[in-house]
């Protein structure tokens, strides 16, 4: 009755359905000793032996309660499964390659494969670079500040490469645009509004815009960092010969005119303070 959960659940029913809800744990005011208890009294073996709750999926693990129940406590390295600690990680850097369409990874280190089974590789590979753990203070839709810790290897390796490949194919106000509706789309899912028709109107614009994120990006691993080292793409908005140090076709002091108005009500604000 405290959690997010119920609203995910109960928002989705309640807006595809006719159903009744019964919330067993929240109507009897259960908490989570007495809830054991009570599953336990109906033959539910619990398979873990501390009081956490863990959910997972494709994506992650999400582990709260008992001791991670103060941030004063450090969480105890037995919680992860997914990730190494630095100190356990690999030893020598990994680069790993991964190709994307349109915005989808289709391949890691060149080697085609279904979305599912990079998301696990990438899971695999991230993990044992220590990737991918977050300890976080969280608002909770109730107003109620939660203490969550995360492993999300994989979702931080793709997302990592996919910004990267982003920064090389889209303009600038493309960017901004980008970062802001990844907010707001992120703020629908977590506030469980998935049947909000905004979520709608964003899936439109976003599919639009990745039609050009396509190419090959390099990652650089090492013990908990990430970094893109290779960034390749037929779309690239990146031109060596308009960049290069060396470039002459450019008239250098054509800029002077931008330079002289670019901070010119700044510079009237600051005459009137002096």
């Known amino acids: 009755g405290k959690g997010n959960d119920q609203f995910r659940f109960e928002a989705v029913i309640l807006a595809m359905s006719d159903l009744d809800i019964i919330a067993p744990i929240r109507e009897m005011n259960l908490t989570r000793t007495e809830e054991k208890a009570y599953a336990e009294s109906k033959g539910i073996e619990l398979s873990y032996d501390k009081i956490y709750s863990i959910d997972e999926n494709l994506w992650g693990r999400a582990i709260e309660g008992d001791v991670l129940e103060d941030p004063a406590n450090e969480p105890p390295e037995d919680i992860y499964e997914w990730t190494k600690s630095w100190q356990d990680a690999n030893d020598e850097p990994e680069k790993v390659s991964i190709e994307f369409e349109e915005g989808i990874p289709v391949a890691i280190n060149g080697e085609m494969m279904p979305l599912i089974e990079i998301i696990k590789k990438a899971n695999e590979i991230a993990g044992n670079n220590a990737i991918g753990r977050v300890d976080t203070i969280e608002n909770r839709m109730i107003g109620l500040k939660s203490r969550e810790i995360y492993e999300t290897p994989g979702a931080k390796l793709l997302i990592a490469a996919h910004e990267a490949l982003e920064e090389l194919v889209l303009t600038t106000d493309e960017l901004r645009f980008a970062e802001y509706m990844s907010t707001l789309y992120a703020d ?4 469980a509004l998935w049947q909000e028709p905004l979520r709608e ?7 639009k815009m990745q039609e050009r994120v396509s190419g090959e990006v390099v990652m650089k691993l ?13 779309f690239s908005l990146h031109s060596i010969e308009q960049i290069t140090f060396e470039d002459k076709e450019t008239e250098q002091s054509e800029v002077e005119g931008m330079i002289k108005y670019h901070g010119l009500q700044a510079a009237n604000y600051q005459k009137l303070n002096r």
Request: aromatic fraction near 8%; hydrophobic fraction near 40%.
């Open 222 to 234: 090492f013990k908990g960092s990430i970094q893109p080292i290779v960034r390749k793409s037929p």
């Open 201 to 207: 109107d964003l899936d439109q614009a976003i599919d």
């Open 188 to 191: 629908l899912v977590y506030r």
